[in-house]
C-alpha cells in the first residue's frame, strides 16, 4: 500500500443525501489532493491543499466541499449530487506541490442514483 | 484540449514481449512522470523523469523523453501478466501553477 487511505471504497447515494469521503495518509505529506476519474476521462484535479490551505479550486460546483483539518486528513463533502458526479474519486499527497511524485489512495467508487 | 495524451488507447501483447506507450504533451514542462492504475485502484508512481534528462530506467521500465518534439515513451522489457494494467503520463507546465495534468491513458494487457 501506498500509506494513503480512503473510505469508504465504495458508496451509493440518492441525489438528496450528505455524505463524506474521507483521506488520511501516514507519510508525513503537506500536500493532499482531489481528483475525479470518470470513464474514458482524463484525471481531473479538484481541489489542492498545502499545508491545510487550499491553493487550488479547479472550478469545482459548490455541491463538492472539501475539507482539510490537518495536514494528514482531507475530507470531501458531497450534498445534492447528479447522476453524472458517478466516478472514481482519488485522493494523494505529496511532499509539496508540483515537483513531487504523487502517492495515491486506492479511490472511492462514488454512485449517484 | 488536454497536456498529455497518451498512444494507443489500448495494446494486447503477448507475455515476454516488450510494450512500448507513448505521450505527447504541449507545453513547456517541468519534468513527466508516468503512473500505474490496476482497474479500480489507485495510481501507483512509477518514474520521473526531469526536462533536462533524455532517458531513465527503473528495473524493466525504460522512459524516454524528446523536448523538442513533446513527447515521451514508455518500454516494458519482458512483459509480465502482473504488468495488466493503465498507464498514464502527467506533466506539470513550467510556466504554470504546478499541478500534474494526466492524460487518458494506455490500457495494456498482457496474454499469457
Known amino acids: 500500500e501506498t500509506g494513503v487511505t480512503q473510505t469508504p471504497r465504495h458508496l451509493v447515494m440518492g441525489m438528496t443525501n450528505k455524505k463524506s469521503l474521507k483521506c488520511e495518509q501516514h507519510?508525513?505529506?503537506?500536500?493532499m489532493y482531489w481528483y475525479k476519474q470518470s470513464a474514458k476521462k482524463p484525471l481531473e484535479l479538484m481541489f489542492v491543499?498545502?499545508?491545510?490551505?487550499?491553493?487550488e479550486n479547479n472550478s469545482v460546483p459548490s455541491r463538492f466541499s472539501p475539507e482539510c483539518p490537518n495536514s494528514s486528513h482531507l475530507f470531501l463533502h458531497l450534498h445534492t449530487l447528479q447522476p453524472e458526479d458517478s466516478a472514481l474519486y482519488l485522493c494523494?499527497?505529496?511532499?509539496?506541490?508540483?515537483?513531487?511524485?504523487?502517492?495515491f489512495g486506492p479511490g472511492t467508487r462514488l454512485t449517484v442514483t | 484540449s488536454q497536456q498529455g495524451e497518451e498512444d494507443p488507447q489500448a495494446l494486447s501483447i503477448q507475455e515476454g514481449e516488450n510494450a512500448t506507450m507513448n505521450c505527447s504533451y504541449k507545453?513547456?514542462?517541468?519534468?513527466l512522470q508516468w503512473y500505474r492504475q490496476n482497474s479500480g485502484r489507485g495510481l501507483v508512481h512509477l518514474i520521473l523523469?526531469?526536462?533536462?534528462?533524455r532517458e531513465k530506467h527503473s528495473g524493466r521500465l525504460r522512459v524516454t523523453l524528446d523536448t523538442s518534439k513533446k513527447s515521451s515513451s514508455l518500454l516494458i522489457t519482458a512483459s509480465r501478466a502482473a504488468d495488466t494494467a493503465s498507464y498514464f503520463c502527467?506533466?506539470?507546465?513550467?510556466?504554470?501553477?504546478?499541478?500534474?495534468?494526466f492524460g487518458t491513458g494506455t490500457r495494456l494487457t498482457i496474454i499469457p
Open positions: 494523494a499527497s505529496t511532499e509539496g506541490t508540483g515537483y513531487h511524485e504523487q502517492y
Open positions: 507519510l508525513g505529506h503537506n500536500a
Open positions: 491543499y498545502n499545508f491545510k490551505e487550499q491553493t
Open positions: 507545453t513547456s514542462i517541468n519534468n
Open positions: 523523469i526531469r526536462s533536462n534528462e
Open positions: 502527467a506533466t506539470d507546465q513550467s510556466q504554470g501553477n504546478e499541478k500534474l495534468t
